[in-house]
């Protein structure tokens, strides 16, 4: 069993910063891509930034020079530095990771269970 646990959500001040962390578990035999997707209120789940294995990243461009995606893979870990936040960043935050279970031979796409932003004065 293979599972997302996300972590560092909550409510920030206009300007100011947060740090997400998703951490993998379970049976993993490997992992290929990891990174962040959000959804608002009222609108489809939409990229953030995601970090791919052989280091390249994609990062949509409301969040460039204000967010910075990394990856820890000795902890099977990705994280997402949130700074100069906005009131349109507010969100309920997704972890995503193509990871192959120890038992099969494919890789599958992993959600993990959403954690909120706020950012609101």
């Known amino acids: 069993q293979v599972q997302l646990v996300e972590s560092g959500g909550g409510l920030v001040q206009p300007g100011g910063s947060l740090r997400l962390s998703c951490a993998a578990s379970g049976s993993i035999g490997s992992i290929d891509r990891m990174g962040w997707y959000r959804q608002a209120p009222g609108k489809q789940r939409e990229l953030v930034a995601v970090l791919n294995t052989g280091g390249t990243t994609n990062i949509a461009d409301s969040v460039k020079g204000r967010f910075t995606i990394s990856r820890d893979n000795a902890k099977n870990t990705v994280y997402l530095q949130m700074n100069y936040l906005k009131p349109e960043d507010t969100a309920v935050y997704y972890c995503?990771?193509?990871?192959?279970?120890?038992?099969?031979?494919?890789?599958?796409?992993?959600w993990g269970q959403g954690t909120q932003v706020t950012v609101s004065s």
């Open positions: 995503n990771a193509n990871i192959r279970a120890t038992s099969v031979i494919y890789y599958e796409t992993y």
